[in-house]
Every structure is written in structure tokens, then in C-alpha cells.
């Protein structure tokens, strides 16, 4: 007689369904304390400008305890996934269990009530002596094997459910939530509970079409996209087309994660270690410095990444509901460690943009998502720029699919080796879907025309100043011909004097047309650039341009 038969028939959920509803909304109560923390301890903190030694040991502090509570956060949301699948399981074995019932007594059987499936007469039984009987009563009763194994497997599957949830849950290790170190474990304790609801790392898209990667995303249930984000946040952090409040919320456990790490092995890292450290603090310092800032002001991590000198892109404002949006790509020496100083200049083309348009949403977006090339050999090749471009592209493709409603405007904006970046990825594949794109400071952007980019020629801008040095003395060299010369095809825009980096100067003409674009709007014009050709094309001793950061 099957075992459990009656219990998983008259089984009511309702119990379980309302343990995981609680275990989620502690989830939320957890996330809430730790941005609390953040948006009304830590940031303001931060903000104020706190220092000294009483600031190093209390930033400390309040970063154990928000990654305490990230732990907390990420081990109920697994508890709450395991008790959701749990339920659905067991709820699709009773379903299995009734089907197998309601089948079988429709066929003429009784199903009695310890589950057993009775054979069917098929004729009376006082004719049992008729030759024919057995195969009558046999041929009737065929199918009878068949129920009896559908009622046996409907309880094992609940069987199997109850028992893999139970070592699902035993696996969350609550002794990790007092530790620095909790954050990793709880990834550990989201793999085996991925194990467990079937979620397997293959099944997260390697697609080179974001939109494909948007359509994964959104075909998830709620409880699926918790464990991926807790058991795989490297991985759902660097899908371009998913919303970038979800990389978000990735990226930041990323880093989390490679800060405890090295926290916990600070006297024995190696000097590479102690700097990616140390830029990884600086990004995390000033990401708390904006968690009390106004929604438009908000930052979003939607790459991270410590290869190397580090990658990293972030958004100021949220780009999925922005009515305009631009990315920033930075050039030459731009590290990891850079992403502070680049974070103020997008906070500064948002204020210029927003200056022009106040009553719509601009995103400004600063993407370090290549390898930037360093003062040497290969500042002077397009190598890192080919290397990246499919990322860029696949980067401004995302955006294109996770934003929120109609088309946005897109702006891409590159500065320095930044425009060689820019260039050669719009050029490639699809072009990066820019409605305006804009070189600034450029070496070449790697083609022979502004007709190359895949964009009506009319929306690609250049600026240079007649004191920048790159402009001046690297260009028409290896990356291609100055773009700012009128034979390129681009729009000059109006630029203030200065140097290299003196386009996001505040209050100055180079800054409010790149806000002009930026909404859509047509910016001042200016001149083409007429350098003396004596200053043009100057390389040291051993043949290398003369640059200088970008």
C-alpha cells in the first residue's frame, strides 16, 4: 500500500506558502537595514567629508556590518527560494496524485483509502468458470500496473522534494552571518540551493544579442532570479540587456565580496592585490557617498571587473527610465582607480545636460569596460580598441533593450583613446545604435571618415582645443586622421581653451554644448581645428608618439 497516500491528497499549502511570503519579506527588511545604513549612516558620512582615524576604524565598522547584513539579506531570500520551490514541487506531486486518481476511478477502478487501486470486475464473478473470464478480467484491468505506478511516483516526487529541500536548508550555514567573510559563503550556499530548484550556471546566456539575454531574464520567476543573482552575481552583473537596478545589485555583491577577500588576506597580498584593493575601496567610498543623494543623482555599477587594471562601468541616474542617456568612454591611463574622477565628470555632464532640458531624465554613463591603454607601445595601436569593441557595442545594444518604454535618445561620447574605441566599435557589426556621438580630444578614431560610424555624419560632433597636446601632436599618425580637420565629415562644436582635459570645465562652452547634445539639442558650432602643421606629429626618441593621459 503506498506510504504518505493519504497526507500529499488532503495536503493543504497554505502553511508553507505563508513561511516563504515571511522569509521573503525579511529579505526586505534585511535589504532596507543595509541601504539604510548606507543611505543614512555611512553615505552621509562619507559625504560630510569625515576623517582621520576615528573615520578609518568606523567606515570599517559600518562595512562589516552592511555586509553582515547583505549576508543575512541573500541566506533568507535562499531560504524563501527553497521553501517556494518546495511548495511548488509538492503541490505539482499532489496534482500528479489526484490526475492519477481522478484517471483511474474514470476507467471503472476503486481507489481506496490507503491509495490502493483496486482491479475492476468486468463480469460477474459467479461466471468465473467461463473460459473467457481471465482474459476479460485481464484485458479490463490492463492499465491497472499503469495507475498503480503514477500514485507511486506522484508521492515519491513529493518524497524526493521534501527530502532535497530539508538538505537544501541544512546547507545555509547560519554561523556565517557574524563573519567578514559570510558574503562568499552565501554564494557557496546559493550554488547548492541552485542545485537543488535546477539552475545551472550553462543555462545563464553567453548571447551576443542583449535582447536575448532580456528575454532569459524576464522568463525567470522571482524566486529564480534571487539564487542566480546570489549564486552566480559575476555573471548576472555583466549581462548586457538586463535592468541595470539587477547588475546593480550584482556588481556591488562583487565587490563586496573582493573587499572582505582582501580584507581578510590584507598582510599577504601582493602589490597588484594592494592596489586593486585600494581602487576598489575608493570606487566602493564613492558609491557610499551617493546612497542619500536625489534618485537622479543615484549611481548604478553595471560592470565591474579586476582583471588587469580593473574595468568598470557606471551609470549616474537609472538608464532603463533615462529620456536621454550618454556614455563616457575615458582614454589613455584610465584604470580602476580612475573611476572616482570619471564619476565626477559624468555627475558634471548630467548637470549640463539637465541644465538644457530640466524636466526630463538624463543618465550619464561612464564605461570602462576595455583594457585603456597605457603610456607606451600600445597607446599607438588600435589593439585595445578592437579588443573592446564588440563589448561596446554589445553594452550600448543592452541599453537599447532594457530601457523602459519608448526609444531613447543614446549619446556616445569618447575622449581621447576613448574616440579610437568609439570609433572602431561603431564601425564594426552593428554600429552602437548612438543617435549622436561625440570625439573629444582626439589621436584618430581608427577610420577615414565620420560616414564609417553607421551614424548620419550631421549627429557626429568633435571638439579640440588649440592647447590640446594629443590633439596637436597625435593625431594623423597611427589611429587615423584628425577628426576634428574638416575633410573628416564631423560637426565641430564650440570649445573653450585649455588642455587635454579641460572639456568638462564647469561653466564652460565645451561642457553645456556636450549637455546640448546630450538632450537632443543642436550645440553651438565652432571652427575646425587648423594646428600649425609644425605641431603636428612630434614622437620621441624611439619613434613613439608624445601623449600624455587621457
Known amino acids: 500500500m503506498p506510504e504518505h497516500y493519504a497526507e500529499l491528497f488532503r495536503q493543504d499549502f497554505s502553511d508553507l506558502d505563508a513561511?516563504?511570503?515571511?522569509?521573503?519579506?525579511?529579505?526586505?527588511?534585511f535589504s532596507d537595514a543595509q541601504n539604510g545604513s548606507?543611505?543614512?549612516?555611512?553615505?552621509?558620512?562619507?559625504?560630510?567629508?569625515?576623517?582621520?582615524?576615528?573615520?578609518?576604524?568606523?567606515?570599517?565598522?559600518?562595512?562589516?556590518?552592511?555586509?553582515?547584513?547583505?549576508?543575512?539579506?541573500?541566506n533568507v531570500g535562499l531560504i524563501a527560494s527553497v521553501l517556494e520551490t518546495l511548495s511548488g514541487r509538492m503541490q505539482a506531486a499532489q496534482r500528479k496524485l489526484r490526475n492519477a486518481v481522478r484517471d483511474a476511478e474514470e476507467a471503472g477502478h476503486t481507489v481506496?483509502?490507503?491509495?490502493?487501486?483496486?482491479?475492476?470486475?468486468?463480469?460477474?464473478?459467479?461466471?468465473?468458470?467461463?473460459?473467457?473470464?481471465?482474459?476479460?478480467?485481464?484485458?479490463?484491468?490492463?492499465?491497472?500496473?499503469?495507475?498503480?505506478?503514477?500514485?507511486?511516483?506522484?508521492?515519491?516526487?513529493?518524497?524526493?522534494?521534501?527530502?532535497?529541500?530539508?538538505?537544501?536548508?541544512?546547507?545555509?550555514?547560519?554561523?556565517?552571518?557574524?563573519?567578514?567573510?559570510?558574503?562568499?559563503?552565501?554564494?557557496?550556499?546559493?550554488?547548492r540551493v541552485a542545485d537543488f530548484m535546477g539552475l545551472e550556471e550553462g543555462s545563464v546566456p553567453d548571447s551576443e544579442r542583449p535582447g536575448k539575454n532580456a528575454e532569459w531574464w524576464n522568463g525567470l520567476d522571482d524566486s529564480e532570479k534571487r539564487v542566480y543573482l546570489a549564486a552566480l552575481p559575476d555573471r548576472i552583473g555583466a549581462l548586457d540587456g538586463l535592468p541595470a537596478t539587477v547588475r546593480d545589485q550584482a556588481n556591488r555583491t562583487v565587490i563586496d565580496n573582493h573587499l572582505n577577500d582582501y580584507a581578510l588576506r590584507e598582510n599577504s597580498l601582493g602589490i597588484h592585490e594592494r592596489s586593486t584593493y585600494a581602487s576598489l575601496q575608493k570606487l566602493k567610498d564613492r558609491l557610499d557617498e551617493t546612497e542619500a543623494s536625489p534618485e537622479h543623482k543615484k549611481l548604478y555599477v553595471l560592470g565591474i571587473g579586476?582583471?588587469?587594471?580593473?574595468?568598470?562601468?557606471v551609470a549616474m541616474g537609472n538608464p532603463d527610465k533615462a529620456d536621454h542617456t550618454a556614455v563616457l568612454v575615458p582614454g589613455t591611463d584610465t584604470d580602476l582607480g580612475s573611476m572616482p574622477g570619471q564619476i565626477s565628470r559624468i555627475d558634471r555632464l548630467q548637470d549640463a545636460a539637465l541644465a538644457q532640458s530640466p524636466n526630463e531624465d538624463v543618465a550619464v554613463i561612464s564605461w570602462l569596460g576595455y583594457d585603456a591603454p597605457e603610456i607606451d607601445g600600445s597607446v599607438a595601436s588600435k589593439g585595445r580598441a578592437e579588443e573592446g569593441a564588440a563589448d561596446?557595442?554589445?553594452?550600448?545594444?543592452?541599453?537599447?533593450?532594457a530601457h523602459e518604454g519608448g526609444r531613447g535618445h543614446l549619446t556616445v561620447t569618447g575622449h581621447s583613446y576613448g574616440t579610437t574605441m568609439v570609433g572602431v566599435a561603431a564601425s564594426g557589426g552593428r554600429g552602437l545604435e548612438a543617435d549622436d556621438i561625440i570625439a573629444l580630444g582626439s589621436p584618430g578614431m581608427g577610420v577615414d571618415k565620420a560616414a564609417d560610424l553607421q551614424v548620419d555624419p550631421d549627429h557626429v560632433w568633435v571638439g579640440a582645443t588649440q592647447q590640446d597636446p594629443i590633439v596637436k601632436h597625435a593625431s594623423n599618425l597611427t589611429l587615423g586622421i584628425n577628426p576634428a580637420r574638416e575633410g573628416f565629415g564631423a560637426q565641430p562644436i564650440a570649445v573653450n581653451d585649455g588642455g587635454h582635459s579641460s572639456y568638462w570645465d564647469s561653466g564652460k562652452e565645451s561642457l553645456r554644448n556636450q549637455?546640448?547634445?546630450?538632450?537632443?539639442?543642436?550645440?553651438?558650432?565652432?571652427?575646425?581645428?587648423?594646428?600649425?602643421?609644425?605641431?603636428?606629429?612630434p614622437v620621441g626618441p624611439d619613434g613613439t608618439p608624445l601623449l600624455i593621459p587621457g
Open 112 to 191: 481506496t483509502a490507503d491509495g490502493w487501486v483496486e482491479p475492476k470486475k468486468a463480469v460477474d464473478p459467479r461466471y468465473h468458470n467461463d473460459p473467457d473470464y481471465e482474459n476479460i478480467q485481464q484485458e479490463a484491468n490492463r492499465d491497472l500496473g499503469m495507475y498503480r505506478s503514477r500514485i507511486g511516483d506522484a508521492i515519491s516526487d513529493a518524497l524526493t522534494a521534501s527530502s532535497q529541500a530539508a538538505e537544501a536548508l541544512r546547507q545555509i550555514d547560519p554561523f556565517d552571518l557574524d563573519k567578514r567573510y559570510g558574503g562568499e559563503k552565501a554564494r557557496e550556499d546559493a550554488q
Open 515 to 537: 549637455g546640448r547634445i546630450i538632450v537632443g539639442h543642436r550645440p553651438n558650432t565652432g571652427e575646425y581645428y587648423h594646428g600649425k602643421e609644425s605641431e603636428i606629429n
Open 38 to 74: 548606507g543611505g543614512k549612516v555611512s553615505g552621509p558620512l562619507h559625504a560630510a567629508g569625515w576623517e582621520g582615524e576615528s573615520a578609518h576604524f568606523g567606515f570599517a565598522a559600518l562595512e562589516a556590518t552592511e555586509s553582515k547584513l547583505g549576508t543575512a539579506s541573500t
Open 19 to 29: 513561511a516563504a511570503k515571511s522569509w521573503k519579506n525579511l529579505v526586505e527588511k
Open 392 to 401: 561596446l557595442r554589445g553594452f550600448t545594444e543592452g541599453t537599447r533593450a
Open 306 to 313: 579586476t582583471e588587469g587594471d580593473g574595468k568598470a562601468i
